[in-house]
């Protein structure tokens, strides 16, 4: 069954942060690869399968590498229909941070769909890639399904990602100044969080050094 109804306001879009240098890697970390797949096929993989719908992908550094690696890659689906599922939203501004591919992706998402028809969004960064499809699913099903403002899955009682933020709350998050960050929103709006249990050690498992990568290579 389609959870997601789109004659309702419960649909979620997904937002794919993957525009930065990997400077600790030292190399591309989108295109470092674990069970024969990219970490950042691993993330559309997962969107794709929850239902988030629209999935905004965020580049910046090695724009063309990288986009040519998502185009020709299988997703078990019809090219067309890819095409369809995928925006790519490209962040010249990448290196300052986080934030602004944040912003980017967000301000594309809205100059392309109307915010009354979605209940929020959910977001993902490219050094998670430990985390399962089913643990995709299960965030954004519970956070279509309830009122919570922000959504915050935790493993072992530890914070964790891919979170959903509330529609109503991306005109804020758009606006805020360069030196702040997404946790000024979650503490902005502390009673509103809501956490969600799940068995998946993958939403806390940060992959940033080659030390780090090289302990899940064989996973």
């Known amino acids: 069954m ?11 879009f997904g937002l794919l942060l993957a525009a930065g240098e990997s400077t600790r890697m030292g190399t591309e970390k989108q295109l470092l690869t674990v069970a ?15 239902g988030a719908d629209p ?13 040519e690696h998502i185009m020709t890659s299988d997703f078990g689906m019809p090219r067309a229909d890819f095409e369809k599922r995928v925006i790519i939203a490209r ?52 956070f279509a399904s309830d009122g919570a403002q922000i959504l915050i899955p935790s493993f072992k009682n530890r914070r964790g990602h891919p979170a959903c933020f509330s529609a109503g709350l991306i005109e804020e998050i758009v606006c805020l100044g360069e030196d702040a960050t ?12 809501r956490h969600i249990a799940v068995d998946d050690p993958g939403i806390i498992q940060n992959i940033d050094t080659p030390e780090e990568y090289d302990k899940i290579k064989g996973a």
């Open 2 to 12: 389609n959870f997601i109804d789109k004659n309702h306001n419960n649909k979620v």
């Open 36 to 50: 024969g797949r990219s970490f950042i096929n691993r993330a559309i993989d997962g969107f794709l399968v929850s």
């Open 55 to 67: 999935i905004i992908i965020v580049l910046g550094h090695s724009f063309e590498k990288i986009l």
């Open 91 to 142: 962040n010249e501004e990448y290196k300052k941070g986080q934030l602004s591919s944040i912003k980017c992706g967000l301000s594309l998402f809205l100059n392309k769909n109307q915010i009354d028809f979605f209940r929020g969004f959910m977001i993902q960064l490219i050094d998670r890639p430990m985390v399962g499809p089913r643990t995709f699913t299960t965030i954004l099903q519970s």
């Open 182 to 193: 997404l946790r000024d929103i979650i503490n902005r709006h502390e009673k509103d969080v």
